[in-house]
């Protein structure tokens, strides 16, 4: 069993916690040192040391691998950190803030021969891979993906949110070739309420909407293929009855993507490196910064 260590016990992180100590050995973790995370830590997983130093960690060579999960403008001198201690990694979405970062990452891990897994969820969830069936036999037209919440106002929203879609949206349609800014808005932070419009080569065409500052909380995908109308809404997927005029649900999955992205990285801990997961986020990091051009 690999042994494990986390970076940051925020909320994702405490999740990546829960899941990773299902599958491997947690020994340790570090984090900004906010009481009430290290409470829960020692109440929930008493076994998992508390450091204040991540130093303490990269030195403990029984540690396999550091897992990432701290704010988005870390991850680039943390994963350099660890790649240096020989240590694999798991890096939260996205790997670093900019591609050019990124790349360094992935060639320091390559040098190394490490394994780097950027922890893009939306690729490990079963809706996506049920949507790929779809698509071989009746063809995505559209995708409109929207996302309303509160919250997240420290992390770039491109990064933080846009990057999700941008995932599911490269994985089913490939890159667009035009993109468009349909809205923009600052309200509490630098931006709060965004929206782009993507054009495809063979006609299809995507619209990301995205709002951090709304008073409920939502996330929907609308699919329109050349036969039919699906919904991803939340974790499950939804077709629509045109002699009912109403969405069935379609497709309940039974494994969650976090069960499912945390197993593959153990995989691939257990066998050659395989850097496809970070091809993948260089070409979503690409798209972001693409989409950022749009906002100068």
């Not at 916690?17 to 008493?46: A, Q």
């Not at 939502?218 to 329109?224: E, Q």
């Not at 995989?267 to 979503?284: F, G």
């Amino acid at each position: 069993m690999k042994n494990l260590a986390i970076v940051g016990l925020g909320i994702q992180g405490k999740h990546l916690l829960s899941e990773f100590s299902k599958i491997s050995n947690v020994v340790g973790c570090t984090s900004t040192g906010k009481k009430e995370n290290i409470w829960w830590l020692k109440k929930n997983y008493p076994n998992v040391s508390y450091s204040k130093n991540i130093n303490e960690l990269l030195k403990n060579e029984s540690i396999d691998a550091i897992i990432i999960a701290s704010p988005i403008k870390t991850h680039f001198d943390l994963s350099k950190q660890a790649l240096k201690a020989n240590k694999n990694i798991f890096v939260e979405k996205t790997i670093a803030e900019n591609s050019i970062d990124a790349k360094k990452i992935i060639s320091l891990a390559k040098q190394k021969k490490k394994t780097i897994f950027a922890g893009h969820i939306f690729l490990y969830h079963p809706v996506l891979n049920k949507l790929k069936q779809i698509h071989k036999n009746d063809s995505i037209t559209y995708m409109k993906f929207s996302w309303m919440r509160t919250g997240s106002f420290n992390e770039d929203i491109l990064l933080d949110l846009v990057s999700h879609f941008c995932s599911i949206m490269i994985e089913l349609l490939g890159l667009p070739k035009k993109i468009k800014l349909l809205n923009f808005k600052k309200i509490v932070s630098s931006c709060d309420v965004i929206s782009f419009q993507f054009d495809f080569i063979n006609g299809q065409r995507c619209v990301i909407d995205i709002n951090r500052i709304s008073n409920f909380k939502k996330r929907s995908i609308l699919i329109i293929t050349k036969k039919n109308i699906f919904e991803w809404d939340d974790d499950s997927l939804y077709k629509f009855d045109k002699r009912k005029n109403s969405f069935k649900l379609m497709f309940n999955p039974q494994q969650r993507p976090l069960e499912i992205e945390t197993k593959e990285f153990i995989r691939n801990l257990n066998c050659k490196p395989d850097y496809s997961n970070s091809d993948k986020a260089i070409k979503i990091l690409n798209l972001i910064e693409k989409c950022r051009k749009l906002l100068k």
